[in-house]
Every structure is written in structure tokens, then in C-alpha cells.
């Protein structure tokens, strides 16, 4: 199933509007994964500036294929995100960070933020932030296989994740095919940052093609260069309430989480950046948020 992506106005001082294909109508996960937003490539001066927001229940994973980005957070994480690298934060209870595109390190911003849904027995957990460099990677004719979370053919990913899943990037040369061995009790997506790829079908460039489980393989085919991400895993076990920035499963957690972010309650911590303030959530729907 291919789903295509929206555009959606990022709540930033530069009103920036990024790619979004999940979570979709017709389909919310794939595995863990529930959120898969592309920005640019776009010119790094007008590219990212989100102030201070929260999370809960969740990991926020950024990936970016050119430009820096400085990352803050209520634990006291300073840190430039670069391409390459595998930025993974995990919000557990709760935590709030702000994301900074660096004007002069490099003309273009262009990154991935993926967000990764935490089971119950982990999603209360303290946060804590790590950056990852020196990713293990697979060499095959045509193609360079990164993996960033998980394990994919053979190699395993050093990041912490709380559920069984698999997110690797792949870069292909024109004219190149890979077959990748997967999992068949895992479903997967396949997200086309740039290219002409096919997997079964055409993939278009932002696009995601899911794939149910029940496979043995994942071919992808680029006609030229081109940037692929992987992401699979276990079909998740729980409905999960998402709503702004925050992974619930009631809609008491979401009202509270809610009121104590804006409220600014120790909670979300606090942390001093270049761009100042905070975003306030806004106001809920006139309706019982139901997990699904
Ligand atoms: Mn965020």
C-alpha cells in the first residue's frame, strides 16, 4: 500500500512546512513506528526553528541527510546533529527539547524525524538522549546499507529501543537492486526520501510503501540514485492516543500531560537555548480522544 505524503505546517517561528505520511487515515503504525515527517531539502536559514515542546511515550529519532541541526533538552543535552549520525531521544515520562537549524555549516537542510511509539512497560521511563555515530553499515554491489535501529542482515544497530523493530538507511546507485532478507512476523515500510525507486509498485519520492507481514524479502530498485529508509517491526500490541506531541493511552494521561506542560510544571524540565520561549499545546477537541 503506497501512501502518499501531506504537507503540514510545522508550528515554527519560520512557518516551514514538512512531508507527513504517517500516521495516515488508513494506516497509524508500522510496528512501532507511528510518525514519519521529511523536511526540505530546503535552505538551511529558513529551515528549523521549533522552541521549546514536550513529549511522552515516545522516542523522537532524526535522521538527517545534509545540514546540522542543534539539539537541546530539559536533561542537559547540547548536541549538533549531523548526517550520518542516529539522533535518538526517549521521552519515557516526559521531557521537552528545541531543534535549531545551523545558519553557515551548510546550504541545505535536509532530515527525517521519526517517531517511535514505547510500549507500556517502558513508556513511563526516565528520558534520556543519546547520539549515535559510527553506525555499523552493509556493503553491496550498488548499494550502502546503514542501520540505525535493530538488525538487518546481520549487522545490529548499538541504539536503545524498547520493542522488536528494524530502521535502516539505504543508499542506492543508479541502476542498483537490492534483496533484503527480513523478517516475515515484522511489517515494514519502505520511505523513499529521493529517487525514482520501485519496490513491487513505484514508489514516489516521499511516499511510503507498506508492507504487511508475511514476507521473506523486501526488493528495491532505483532507476537513479537514490535515499531510502527501512523501517519495520512487530505489529504493535497496544491502541495508542496520540495527540500533539504526547503518546497516552487515556485521554485523562493526555489532559494531563497537557495542562502540565502548559502549566510548566517540573515535569517537562527546563533548558536554555538560542531561539527562546516555549510552544504552548493548544486546545484539546470538544471530544473524549479514544486510543485507536
Ligand atoms: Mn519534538
Not at 517561528?13 to 488508513?26: I, M, Q
Request: negative net charge; contains cysteine; charged residues 20%.
Amino acid at each position: 500500500m503506497i501512501i502518499e505524503p501531506r504537507t503540514v505546517k510545522l508550528t515554527t517561528r519560520t512557518g516551514v512546512d514538512v512531508y507527513r505520511t504517517l500516521p495516515h487515515r488508513d494506516r497509524k503504525m508500522v510496528g512501532a513506528w507511528c510518525f514519519v515527517d521529511m523536511f526540505g531539502p530546503t535552505p538551511q536559514h529558513d529551515a528549523m526553528v521549533v522552541a521549546a515542546h514536550p513529549h511522552t511515550g515516545l522516542q523522537t529519532a532524526t535522521w538527517l541527510l545534509s545540514g546540522a541541526v542543534e539539539h537541546r533538552d530539559s536533561e542537559g543535552s547540547v548536541q549538533m546533529l549531523v548526517p550520518g549520525d542516529l539522533n535518538l531521544m526517549t521521552a519515557g515520562h516526559g521531557i521537552s527539547h528545541s531543534e535549531l537549524a545551523l545558519v553557515g555549516t551548510e546550504d541545505v537542510l535536509h532530515a527525517v524525524q521519526l517517531w517511535i511509539a514505547l510500549p507500556d512497560d517502558s513508556r513511563h521511563q526516565p528520558p534520556h538522549f543519546e547520539n549515535y555515530t559510527n553506525l555499523p553499515s552493509v556493503e553491496l554491489p550498488g548499494a550502502r546499507i546503514r542501520v540505525f535501529a535493530g538488525e538487518l542482515m546481520g549487522v545490529t544497530s548499538p541504539a536503545a529501543t524498547y520493542s522488536p523493530l528494524v530502521g535502516a538507511e539505504i543508499r542506492l546507485e543508479a541502476g542498483a537492486t537490492v534483496q533484503l532478507p527480513v523478517r516475515s512476523d515484522f511489517e515494514y515500510g519502505v520511505v523513499v526520501v529521493s529517487g525514482h525507486v520501485s519496490t513491487t509498485e513505484n514508489v514516489p519520492e516521499r511516499a511510503i510503501d507498506v508492507i504487511p507481514a508475511g514476507v521473506n524479502s523486501i526488493t528495491v530498485s532505483a532507476e537513479t540514485d537514490a535515499i531510502v529508509l527501512l523501517l519495520g517491526g512487530e505489529p504493535f500490541p497496544d491502541k495508542i492516543l496520540m495527540w500533539w506531541n504526547f503518546i497516552g493511552r487515556t485521554h485523562a494521561e493526555i489532559v494531563e500531560a497537557r495542562q502540565q506542560w502548559n502549566d510548566r510544571s517540573d515535569r517537562f524540565g527546563q533548558f536554555e537555548d538560542r531561539i527562546g520561549g516555549w510552544i504552548p499545546a493548544p486546545d484539546l477537541p470538544n471530544v473524549v480522544l479514544a486510543p485507536r
